[in-house]
């Protein structure tokens, strides 16, 4: 796997709208001269999500709590394969602050961590926010 530079933390403030169709369309002819696509304006990102066998985590995100964590195994390749670059992440929000901290690894080694095999993987940070 050839490794890439990547942020191993990131905060940001998050605030997100539901809007109709219509104010969309609106939007868009509003900032159409503005926008300009970068490289990665058509990327792939792949996501699975982990939880508890009563679905804990994705029922409390659905209360809309003042906190709220996720696990999750990310990729930005359409088809990953065993030694593709993946990302185990650990994002949390406070109110509208979101946090991520993440891993690098081959898709390989991050599915043995996710099984208990912590002997290749070690950040001492993210084994504590996974317990």
Do not use: C, W
């Amino acid at each position: 796997m050839a490794e890439k530079n990547f942020q191993h933390h990131f905060q940001r403030f998050e605030t997100k709208y539901i809007i109709s169709k219509e104010t969309l369309l609106d939007l868009l002819l509003e900032f159409e001269g503005y926008l300009v696509e970068d490289e990665r304006a058509y990327s792939t990102i792949n996501n699975l999500y982990y939880d508890t066998p009563s679905y804990q985590l994705i029922r409390e995100s659905l209360e809309n709590p003042y906190f709220d964590e996720k696990v999750r195994l990310r990729t930005y390749q359409e088809y990953p394969t065993e030694d593709s670059q993946v990302f185990l992440e650990i994002k949390k929000k406070t109110e509208n602050l979101v946090t991520k901290r993440r891993l690098a690894a081959d898709l390989l080694t991050a599915e043995a961590y996710l099984d208990g095999d912590y002997s290749q993987l070690t950040d001492l940070q993210i084994d504590k926010e996974m317990v």
